[in-house]
């Protein structure tokens, strides 16, 4: 025993050279270093299964990248005319604004589809009784994929709907994040037993934790090719703030009626083939639908990524919206661990003279991200950001409002995990309509915060700042 040293310095010194080989961002590097040298053999296992880059990403996702990216180019070719012709009418409503869409574009990501209606929902008090009823209404197909499906009330329901429908001859297909959904219950079975088809993403055993760390993040619901739901909202009771949950659940879904439904039907498409599901569609324009009649005058792309990602799409859209900010910048997210990137981009911005308004939980639904988030407040203060605690219940609201030209409401939280890891998708939209309703709510929910100020942040005590700093350190593998 007394020799044991030996074979687990040869250990450690091999699995942080491995590290530095991989080369990472080195925040995210050193996190790993830290935890292996601090934390012996827990780190290494934490590495084991949730920090090395398993054969699994290598490969699986490599091939949906080149699978991804050929689709998608199919399915948008078939939705195109006209694109440059929208582009310029919208570079003229409103300007440099326009520069995401068009970065989409390019990048051939999204189309920008024009002649859309859409209705910002707060809640699961708003978006589920829509939801149910457009699901009740559906003639023809209805796609559905969530991170989180619970054998609830709102799942119990959501299951007799679709068995319905089903059975009413209505396409049905269910794609659910299987670390997500883990107190799913008796739905599965009851779905097959009734035959409608039902998949899992990325299933978890013992001998696949290692890739537990690439979750499908995503909430989305398509219904006939003319209907569909983006944002936070989960199929779950608590986000139904019906008193049955003491916790009270901010969050914020959009209903998209329109063309734009198709952008959302061709990321579903992919997912589905991801998933195992069948690959071949049969006429595509059952699906994808180019004689989608106009509903409204909201101009709406789709951006959406992945760790097969060429780019972090979402996160570049953002940052390329922030840059192009004239008066005001209001973010609300659960999770607030950003990057250099973004850190520099409000800072700048602010620094130019924009107004920037942040909203985070007072208290959050993880201990640890809630502590790393606080660390990161301090030099946005000093910079003139202003930082609001919600204090009502948690805000699990993913939006953004800027110069009310443009909004943001989609999966992806400000944070690395959401940029660089799961697969989440946002729609940004430009209607004016949607950008008062977006500012509207977010001036609601400060009703219900705290804001932060600098002389109050340095009163915190030594142990909570050290606290976050601490947090902080392994915030990259958060």
Known sequence: MEWYWIPMTII???????????????????????????????????????????????????????????????????????????????EQNIGDMAYPFRYLYNLNQSLISTGNSVQLLNNGEE??????????????????????????????????ILIQKWQEGVEVRVIVDDV???????????????????????????????????????????????????????????????????????????????????????????????????????????????????????????????????????????????????KSIKITTPYFIPNEALTSALNIAVSSGVDVELIIPARSDSFIVQHASFSFIKPLLERGVRVYLYEKGFVHAKTICIDSHLTFVGTANMDIRSFFINFEITAMIHEAGLCRDSEASFEADKQHCRLITMKKWQKRTVFHRGLDSVCRLVSPLL
């Open 180 to 326: 997500g959904s883990n107190q799913i219950g008796s739905l599965p079975s009851r779905f097959r037993d009734a035959g409608v088809p039902f998949l899992k993403v990325l299933p978890v055993a013992f001998n696949s934790l290692a890739n537990s760390n690439y979750r499908d993040h995503r909430k989305i619901a398509i219904i006939d090719g003319h209907t569909g739901f983006i944002g936070g909202i989960n199929l779950d009771d608590r986000y139904w703030n019906t008193g049955k949950h003491d916790l009270y659940w901010r969050d914020t879904s959009v209903c998209i009626q329109g063309p734009g439904v198709n952008l959302l039907q061709s990321q579903f498409f992919l997912s589905w083939q991801f998933a195992g599901g069948e690959d071949d569609y049969g006429d595509r324009s059952r699906y994808l639908k180019t004689d989608t009649p106009r509903q409204g005058d909201a101009i709406v792309a789709i951006a959406a990524s992945g760790p097969q990602s060429d780019a972090p799409y979402i996160m570049e859209a953002i940052l390329l919206a922030i840059s192009q900010a004239k």
């Open 12 to 90: 450690y010194v091999g699995v942080i050279i491995t590290i530095l080989g991989e080369n990472r961002n080195p925040s995210k590097s050193l996190a790993y270093i830290l935890v292996i040298v601090f934390l012996p053999v827990v780190g290494l296992l934490v590495y084991y299964f949730f920090g090395r880059k398993p054969l699994f990403k290598t490969r699986v996702f490599k091939r949906k990248q080149a699978r991804d990216r050929q689709k998608l180019a199919q399915y948008l070719e078939q939705l195109k005319p006209q694109m440059e012709e929208r582009l310029q009418t919208l």
């Open 127 to 160: 978006k589920f009784p829509l939801l149910f009823d457009k699901l009740e209404a559906a003639t023809t197909y209805i796609h559905l994929e969530y991170y989180m499906l619970t054998d609830d009330d709102v799942g119990s329901r959501l299951a007799a």
